[in-house]
C-alpha cells in the first residue's frame, strides 16, 4: 500500500507542477517505507504471495524508471547512471516471474499475463530495428556480445510490434516496459560501460518512449535519450542512429503539419 500510495503521489508531483517538490519529496518518502518493509520480510514465493509481491515489485519498478526519466539530472553521463538503476531493479520483476511463473497461471491474473503474452508474440510485425539488426551481425566482436545485442533487439523489435496491437485487452504501457524486463543482463553491463553500440540501442528504444510520449510516465523522455545520443556519440555513428533521427524528425513534421492546420481553421474566412 506504500508503493501505491508513493506512485499515486508521483502521479500528482506530474500533474501538479505547482506542488511538484512537495509531492515528489512525499513519494519518494512513501516508496522507501515501502522497501524497507518489503526488506524486513523478504518473503518465500508461495501462491498466496506470488501475486502481491509481482504487484509491488512491478509498481517499485514502474515508480523508479518513471522517475529516472522525467526527473533527470543535468548531466547525460549521471542520467545514464540513474536509468541503469532503473533496468537492474526491473531485472528484479523478472526474477519474481521466473520463480512464480507456475503459480501466477493459476492466480487471477492468469488472463492480463497470457494476453500481455500473447500481444508481445502476436504484435503487428514492423521493421523498426532490422537496420540496427543488420549492424549488429555484421560487427566483429566476441560472440558473448553480439549474441547479447541481438537477444536485445529482437526483444525492443517484440514491443515495438505489441505497441502496435490494439488496447482493448492491454494496457499500453505493457510492451513499453516488457523490454526493461525482459533484456539480458549482459546488455546492462554493456550498456554501463558506454559501449557505442549499446547506446544505439538504447536510442532506439528512446524512440519507443516517444511513440507514448502522451502518457505522463515517459513524457520528453523519449527525444531527451534520442538528443543526448547523438551529442554523445558523435556523427561518427550516424548510420547506427538513422532510424531513431529520422523517426524524430517524422514526428516533428507531422506535428508542425497539425499546428499549422489547427490555426487555419481557427482563421476567419476572408472572402473576396
Request: glycine residues 4%; charged residues 20%; aromatic residues 12%.
Amino acid at each position: 500500500m506504500n508503493q501505491v500510495l508513493a506512485f499515486a503521489a508521483f502521479h500528482l508531483s506530474i500533474i501538479r507542477p505547482d506542488r511538484q517538490e512537495f509531492y515528489h519529496y512525499h513519494a519518494t518518502q512513501l516508496q522507501t517505507h515501502a522497501l524497507s518493509e518489503f526488506n524486513a520480510t523478504k518473503p518465500d514465493l508461495s501462491p498466496g504471495n506470488c501475486v502481491p509481491t509481482l504487484l509491488f515489485s512491478s509498481c517499485l519498478a514502474m515508480h523508479v524508471l518513471s522517475d529516472k526519466l522525467l526527473f533527470r539530472p543535468h548531466v547525460f553521463e549521471a542520467f545514464l547512471d540513474d536509468f541503469i538503476q532503473s533496468l537492474r531493479m526491473h531485472r528484479g520483476v523478472r526474477a519474481v516471474t521466473n520463480q512464480s511463473w507456475h503459480m501466477l497461471l493459476q492466480s487471477p491474473l492468469k488472463i492480463f499475463l497470457e494476453n500481455e503474452c500473447k500481444t508481445l508474440d502476436e504484435g503487428i510485425p514492423g521493421d523498426e530495428c532490422f537496420e540496427l539488426l543488420s549492424l549488429v551481425d555484421a560487427m566483429s566482436c566476441d560472440p558473448a556480445i553480439g549474441t547479447a545485442y541481438e537477444q536485445t533487439i529482437q526483444d525492443l523489435q517484440k514491443a515495438y510490434n505489441g505497441s502496435r496491437a490494439p488496447s482493448s485487452n492491454v494496457s499500453k504501457i505493457g510492451p513499453v516496459i516488457f523490454w526493461p524486463v525482459i533484456i539480458p543482463p549482459e546488455y546492462i553491463d554493456l550498456l554501463s560501460e558506454r559501449r557505442s553500440e549499446a547506446l544505439a540501442i538504447l536510442s532506439h528504444f528512446g524512440a519507443l518512449l516517444h511513440m507514448h510520449r502522451e502518457m505522463w510516465t515517459f513524457g520528453d523522455s523519449g527525444l531527451y535519450i534520442i538528443s543526448s545520443i547523438n551529442e554523445y556519440l558523435g556523427p561518427e555513428w550516424e548510420n547506427w542512429l538513422r532510424w531513431p533521427n529520422r523517426f524524430i524528425q517524422n514526428v516533428w513534421l507531422k506535428d508542425f503539419v497539425l499546428q499549422v492546420a489547427v490555426k487555419a481553421l481557427k482563421m476567419p474566412q476572408v472572402y473576396r
